[in-house]
């Protein structure tokens, strides 16, 4: 009779390895071990598609690697090395095919948001996983960013680009970190937009103390997500520092929503003086109703992580970019200077300027502020197929930004700044280099607040780039820009110190 292994480890001692009894149990382990092993590899409906063996046995590796910022440039990595369908855990497959994209986004897909989304915070249309729920949720909320709504805010994103423009001209003829006063900017619009009023960051000129919070919730909601069950157990141990890290995304909530929440209400009441786009949340959708006030509270405090540092990396990048190639600089004030603007422009008289266009596209492919892997479930019955590769039921599937927009058959020397490719391309090929960009996400679940981010993107840059040059301003600017991603994209050192000057 052959020993189990928990015998075994009990009677380790007095067993000695050369005893048949132990020479027979290892064997037989080892033949279990492999039957089971083979009859996983027969089985797995995933084993024809290519990728790194590990990538078959863990999904520990890439959550590593995830940990590390380095996710996105590894799955390009790899689908440089493997093509376009790569395997990149037991059940999960990376595409970046324009057929993918449609099967996995388009109209009429069947997958829901994949589980790693509900690490992003409480529910909200940009957490919610299941398809009715959100649709649901996205129909009461739809109104907030229509386009008249968005318009209506204009002036609100105006006199946030006026005091960001005041600022910085206390700052010029010196180094001077762009990427910190874009994020408070940034911040400060959403504050003002959605909010009621924004976080004073602009007129205290210093960061405000819910941007250092916002750096810390989003390892905080991971843990809470990853290790719910011991959570509690880890809340118990007497340590402030770590008990203030579990509690911070909740109290993130309370604080930034809650009760700004409550103060809107006191201020303004529910009928809303205010031309603002929480005026029209709390309002409701006139054939959907109103959300109720939790709903509300979710809502607004998610709009803080999707629209703060999505707009501010992409204007500091795209910053960085023009003072590395002072070409484009010069045909982008020199466009400017033709249209004859006001100090902060109109929207309708930047909206359609071909440069600054050409510019924010390229910025936004090349250095996309979301370029990791946007996953989606598969159904859990029957699974379904992505640009001809079964995925099986509860697999999950993604394309990412970082990797459609890096397509060289799309767009050629990808690994350049050239905002000449938006200005140059046959329809044909602009229609195409659009279908590659994903960014913004796609399809139902695509990005609500994209035209709010266009009007900020515009007029600030407008008047920005309008009043001032832009130089590198440190040696080692290029090593602290490196792109690493933590779904969003962050640079490297967290900072790009560039100097500006002003033009007359
Ligand atoms: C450069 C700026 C921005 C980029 C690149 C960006 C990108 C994205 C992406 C990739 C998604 C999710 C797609 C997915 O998971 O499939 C998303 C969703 C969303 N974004 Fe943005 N975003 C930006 C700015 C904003 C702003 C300024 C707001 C609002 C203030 C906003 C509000 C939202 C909302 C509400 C959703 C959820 C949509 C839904 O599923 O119903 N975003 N965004």
Redesign the pocket.
Known sequence: MSLSLLDYLYNLEKVSIRHPSFIVSVIASALVLFFFSWQSIIRDPLKDVPGPMKARWSRFWLIWIDMSGRRSKTIHELHQKYGSVVRIGPREVSFSSRQAMKDL?GSGNKFM?GPV?EAFGRQ???T?LDKTE?RS??KR?AHV?APASIAAVEPLVKEQVQKLLHVLSKRTNQPLDVMEWFRIF?LD??GS??FGQSFGGLDNEAPPKILYDLDEVFPSLLIEWQFAAIRPLLLAIPHKPMQHFLRIASEFYDKYGTEKFNEYIARHGRSGDRID?LTKLIAGSKDYGPLDDNEIVN?MT??IF???D??S??FTYMFYELAKHPQWQKQLQAELDEAVLEEVPEYKHVMKLRVLDAVIHET?RFH???PAS???LAPSEGGAVVDGIAIPQNGIASCQ?YTTQRDPTVYPNPEQFDPGRWLSASEDHLNVMHEHI?????????????P??YM??KVGTAALIGKFSVEIGSATIDDDMEMTDHFALVPKGKRCILRLKERR
Not at 438 to 450: H, I, Y
């Open positions: 986004y948001k989304y909200s249309s940009f919610i959100h949720r996205q909320i960013f940034a619009v959403v937009v959605f786009l809502e998610n709009l999707a629209g703060t999505t707009t990396n992409t936004l996309p502020a979301a946007l996953q989606r930004a994903l960014v913004w996400g796609k399809g139902q679940r695509a990005c609500l607040g994209k709010m981010a900020e993107l």
